[in-house]
Structures are given as structure tokens and as C-alpha cells.
């Protein structure tokens, strides 16, 4: 599938939202807002309803474990008759890979958003369904993710792939989010509760920094991708202990920005891959 079939910051989709896409997407936020599913977090544009703007925390015991995961999702005019598109912004500027079915573009290989073979998509499934499919990829074993694989292609291949994903959730979706290295522009309600996750989280995030520091300097292996990858969690617990004492100051926030629309996504995504580069540079 073209990037712009899939890409909601890419898509070209002109006119607006069918009365029942729009009282269907009404009710599909309600829905998660009256009974939020754990872990998960989501907020309407708020200059367009076509756009839902989500968070996905990493699930406890898995190499994901606390990090925040932004997605953007565009519904189409005649939601939910089709699915909407997703795209995970937490990449660092399109350098890490999550997940074999997670890319580096940000594009989310899911039968129901027909982007991978399978179900398709019905309409009775709901935004919440979409995102609890999403938050399933983030498990722990997401080695065993990648269509195919029934075993180990190379003895340890998974726990070297843990490995790289539990360093780089700690390094890109949490110091990297908290940081907003990238300036992406996540609306406020979302930074709100990311400030309160990482306090909560913040034990958990010190133990694994603290227990694979012997490993700094040493090369992570990621089975799905080439490049050479080095371990910082001296770097990174730096970087947690800082981030902490602002946000208990009452002095951490995010460069302020609004809010993502249907008209100015694509231009804005360009500029955040841009001032991440120029970041990461420096």
C-alpha cells in the first residue's frame, strides 16, 4: 500500500463527515472516556473531530513498560463504514523501528486498518477495539510478531530484541516524549496525564536503567534492522532524574504548539521530523 494510503498525515481526503460518522465518532470517544481501557488515552482535535489524538503506555512486564506511544488517527467521511488511518509518532523522527509491525514510517500493520493480510475491518468495531488491537502489538514477546516466525531465527534473538526495545522505549517514548525532542504537538489533556504516568512509573523506569548499566557502551542487537546501536543508561538515568525534578517542581512542559488539523498535519509532521533531526545533530 502507497504511503498515502495509509498515512493520515499524508491523506488528501476532501469534504466532511457524514452526520453518522460524526455522531458515531462522538460516541466512540464517550465510550473511552466513560470506561477508558487501561493504559490507554485518547483526545479529539480540537479544531477537527476527524482527528483523535492517543496514547498508548506501555504495559507492565513487557520491554514497552511505561513508555508513551502517540498515535494519530484521521476517521474518513463515512467512518465507520472504513477504518480510520493510524500513524505512530514516537519514532524519533522515523529512526526506531518498535515493533515488526510497528514501522519506523510510523505505519501500523493491522488487517483491520488494511495494512496486512486478514479480517478486515467492520463496522461495528470501534475506536476502542482499534487501539486495544494496537496495544496487543505491544507485548512481551513482540519478537514472535513478525509474520512467520514460529521460532528464533538465531538462538537469543528475542531477548536481544527485548533488550533493544526496552532501551529504546526508555530513551525515545519516555526521556525522548517527556523531553519533546521531536516538538511534536500533542494536545494538553495528553501531556497532563503524561506528567502523572511518569512520576508513577518513575521507580520502574530508575530500577531497569539502574539494573542494565553494566551493559553502557554495548552494542544492541535489533534482528529486523542493521545498524549499530549502543547502550546509554548512564545517559538515560541523567536524563529521568532531571525530567523528575521538573515535573515535581511544576516546571517541566512541552514546547507549546496546537494542536494537530486536517489542514496543516501533513506540513506540521515535516517540520517536528525536521527540528528532531536538527536535535539529535546537535
Not at 513508555?67 to 514516537?90: E, S
Not at 500493520?109 to 496495544?135: D, E, R
Request: aromatic share 10%; with cysteine; hydrophobic share 35%.
Amino acid at each position: 500500500m502507497p504511503r498515502s494510503g495509509w498515512d493520515p498525515t499524508e491523506d488528501s481526503e476532501q469534504g466532511t463527515l457524514t452526520a453518522t460518522a460524526s455522531s458515531r465518532i462522538k460516541r466512540d470517544l464517550m465510550t473511552i472516556f466513560t470506561d477508558p481501557p487501561p493504559g490507554l488515552f485518547v483526545v479529539g482535535d480540537e479544531l477537527n473531530l476527524k482527528i483523535i489524538h492517543a496514547i498508548i503506555v506501555g504495559v507492565m512486564d513487557t520491554p514497552y513498560e511505561g513508555g508513551f506511544f502517540y498515535f494519530v488517527l484521521k476517521c474518513p467521511n463515512d467512518y465507520p463504514i472504513r477504518p480510520p488511518k493510524v500513524k505512530l509518532m514516537t519514532t524519533d523522527a522515523g529512526n526506531v523501528r518498535f515493533n515488526p509491525n510497528i514501522y519506523s514510517s510510523g505505519k501500523v500493520c493491522l488487517s483491520i486498518l488494511g495494512t496486512w493480510n486478514g479480517p478486515a475491518w467492520s463496522p461495528a468495531q470501534q475506536l476502542s477495539s482499534l487501539l486495544l488491537s494496537i496495544q496487543s502489538l505491544l507485548n512481551e514477546k513482540p519478537y514472535f510478531n513478525e509474520p512467520g516466525l514460529v521460532q528464533e531465527q538465531i538462538p537469543g534473538d528475542s531477548k536481544r530484541y527485548n533488550e533493544f526495545i526496552q532501551h529504546e522505549t526508555l530513551r525515545v517514548s519516555v526521556c525522548g516524549m517527556m523531553e519533546n525532542q521531536c516538538r511534536l504537538s500533542i494536545p494538553e489533556q495528553l501531556k497532563d496525564i503524561m506528567g502523572k504516568t511518569f512520576l508513577e512509573f518513575y521507580d520502574q523506569y530508575v530500577e531497569i536503567a539502574k539494573n542494565n548499566m553494566h551493559l553502557d557502551g554495548t552494542e544492541m542487537i535489533d534482528p529486523f534492522n542493521k545498524g549499530r546501536h549502543l547502550c546509554h543508561y548512564k545517559n538515560l538515568l541523567l536524563r529521568l532524574e532531571k525530567i523528575r525534578a521538573k515535573v515535581m517542581g511544576k516546571t517541566w512542559n512541552f514546547f507549546k504548539e496546537p494542536s494537530c488539523t486536517n489542514v496543516d498535519l501533513k506540513e506540521r509532521q515535516t517540520n517536528e521530523e525536521a527540528k528532531c533531526s536538527s536535535t539529535i545533530a546537535s
